[in-house]
T-cell receptor
């Protein structure tokens, strides 16, 4: 149980294009989903917290207009990197949790490379 | 911001050796979690701890929630090649209601040939 699917696993795009990453909880309803960014050999950096049906809460320093998050249902959250630039290249990972569990289950991550 | 101090940063061991790593904080946690991340993958939950003093095993892995609620350790017994990876501790601070968890910087485990 507690499977989180993240898609795509890898994306290469040209500078200026937008990229959408999907995160789905397959066998549970995720009241909260989280988006992280991870630089090589570093820990996970929380970008934003999204709750179904409400606006995402972004961490300090994360641009809301750059990283658009939509959490339209209890099983799906999306992260759109708008007008991507090479400095946005990174490993993006989503996680999902459900009420009271204090645990996050992670997707497999998306490697974004912006040329 | 709040940090978890995870140590050691990296370990180089022989196959078959036991491994120990720990996390400490200056604040009290109500949940401690241990994850393992393989290269190019998302973290996978190994053990979750909810009570001070709790000792939990998962196969060759054993983790404990410190009595002071400010620390936790993870032990791996009789290491094997597939244990290679990055181990992260994570926890939720007492009083938080937003389900955020804080991650340590990770312990990289290497097994020497």
């Amino acid at each position: 149980g507690a499977v989180v699917s993240q898609h795509p696993s890898r994306v290469i795009c040209k500078s200026g294009t937008s990229v959408k990453i999907e995160c789905r909880s397959l066998d549970f309803q995720a009241t909260t989903m989280f988006w992280y960014r991870q630089f090589p050999k570093q820990s996970l950096m929380l970008m934003a917290t999204s709750n179904e049906g409400s606006k995402a809460t972004y961490e300090q320093g994360v641009e809301k207009d750059k990283f658009l998050i939509n959490h339209a249902s209890l099983t799906l959250s999306t992260l759109t990197v708008t007008s991507a630039h090479p400095e946005d290249s990174s490993f993006y990972i989503c996680s999902a949790g459900f009420d009271g569990a204090n645990i996050q289950y992670f997707g497999a991550g998306t490697r974004l490379s912006v040329l | 911001g709040q940090q978890l101090n995870q140590s050691p940063q990296s370990m180089f061991i022989q196959e078959g050796e036991d491994v120990s790593m720990n996390c400490t904080s200056s604040s009290i946690f109500n949940t401690w979690l241990w994850y393992k991340q393989d290269p190019g993958e998302g973290p996978v939950l190994l053990i979750a701890l909810y009570k001070a003093g709790e000792l939990t095993s998962n196969g060759r892995l054993t983790a404990q929630f410190g009595i002071t609620r400010k620390d936790s350790f993870l032990n791996i017994s009789a290491s094997i090649p597939s244990d290679v990876g990055i181990y992260f501790c994570a926890g939720q601070l007492v009083g938080r209601r937003d389900d955020k968890i804080i991650f340590g910087k990770g312990t990289r485990l290497h097994i020497l040939p």
